[in-house]
T-cell receptor, first 117, second 108 residues
Framework: NAGVTQTPKFQVLKTGQSMTLQCAQD?????MSWYRQDPGMGLRLIHY???????DQGEVPNGYNVSRSTTEDFPLRLLSAAPSQTSVYFC????????????????FGPGTRLTVT | SQQGEEDPQALSIQEGENATMNCSYK?????LQWYRQNSGRGLVHLIL?????REKHSGRLRVTLDTSKKSSSLLITASRAADTASYFC????????FGQGTILTVHP
């Protein structure tokens, strides 16, 4: 199993540009999520999904869109990049617990380091 | 804002010593998880403790949970230089919400 894969590893954007960060998992996990990590801020949840066709907002969703058309893929779209979105982005996945709403142990991808100038 | 807060923010010890990190959270949780992050890498899950458990062990790791004080601790015994990393607690309140982490440095 490849686990959770993310592309690209590094990206530099100019303010106002748009782009999509890719995330894929091959573990048949129902739950997928996107986090951003900034120095001194820990990880903050951007968006998450409990299954194909279902997405919801996390703590810091503004400026980002997601979709979940398949179980395997969960792309994150930056609509109009801003310098405040300079960060390291992590995708994670897990199975759901018995409630069908909460993830168990998360498996993380290696991250995408994004710089917006 | 983060629901989990780790303490201390940084910890420096010698190889062979024990390392204790603490985590406090604000709202009721379903479970609490600890993760490790090596510099420049993704997070790796270490251990999960459910809200009805008080203590859990995994190898050199010992986690405790006190729901009345809304706190948890992670103890790493007989630390090694390879344990140098950042450690995060994450509370599941429906979503997984991370604290800011403790940077552990183990000197050989």
């Amino acid at each position: 199993n490849a686990g959770v894969t993310q592309t690209p590893k590094f990206q530099v954007l100019k303010t106002g540009q748009s782009m999509t960060l890719q995330c894929a998992q091959d573990m048949n996990h129902e739950y997928m999520s996107w986090y951003r990590q900034d120095p001194g801020m820990g990880l903050r949840l951007i968006h998450y999904s409990v299954g194909a066709g279902i997405t919801d907002q996390g703590e810091v969703p503004n400026g980002y869109n997601v979709s979940r058309s398949t179980t395997e893929d969960f792309p994150l779209r930056l609509l109009s990049a801003a310098p405040s979105q300079t960060s390291v982005y992590f995708c994670a996945s897990s199975h759901l617990d018995h409630s069908g709403r909460r993830g168990y142990e998360q498996y993380f991808g290696p991250g995408t380091r994004l710089t917006v100038t | 804002s983060q629901q989990g807060e780790e303490d201390p923010q940084a910890l420096s010890i010698q190889e062979g010593e024990n390392a204790t990190m603490n985590c406090s959270y604000k709202t009721s949780i379903n479970n609490l998880q600890w993760y490790r992050q090596n510099s420049g890498r993704g997070l790796v899950h270490l251990i999960l403790i459910r809200s009805n458990e008080r203590e859990k062990h995994s190898g050199r790791l010992r986690v405790t949970l006190d729901t009345s004080k809304k706190s948890s601790s992670l103890l790493i015994t007989a630390s090694r230089a390879a344990d140098t990393a950042s450690y995060f607690c994450a509370g599941v309140y429906g979503k997984l919400t991370f604290g800011q982490g403790t940077i552990l440095t183990v000197h050989p």
